[in-house]
């Protein structure tokens, strides 16, 4: 499975961004796909995860990002709105089914204050 995380960029506070993370194959029965960020000279986080069932957030996301599942085009997304400066990071989509885990390259969300 190869995924591909793109959408981030330079926004200021208050702000939205979504990034996307196409997947070389079918999500549709990939159990778990998740959002991670690491910021400099921090441990890598868990942000958001969608599973086949439910979704679950990072307390200091709630209610500012949704994730989601775009099935027909393979596409995990994340829109991040309200942006603040400590949500910058590099973003890392992940895919879990079985034994098997997946990550994509990352991509850069950098908000300015």
């Known amino acids: 499975v190869q995924l591909q995380a793109s959408g981030g960029g330079l926004v200021q506070a208050g702000g939205s961004l979504r990034l996307s993370c196409a997947a070389s194959v079918s999500i549709f029965n990939i159990y778990a796909m998740s959002w991670y960020r690491q910021a400099p000279g921090k441990q890598r986080e868990l942000v958001a995860t969608s599973t086949t069932r439910s979704t679950t957030y990072a307390d200091s996301v709630k209610g500012r990002f949704t994730i989601s599942r775009d099935n027909a085009r393979n596409t995990l997304y994340l829109q991040m709105n309200n942006l603040k400066p400590d949500d910058t990071a590099v973003y890392y989509c992940?895919?879990?089914?079985?034994?098997?885990?997946?990550w994509g390259q990352g991509t850069q969300v950098t908000v300015s204050s």
């Open positions: 992940n895919s879990q089914s079985g034994p098997r885990e997946y």
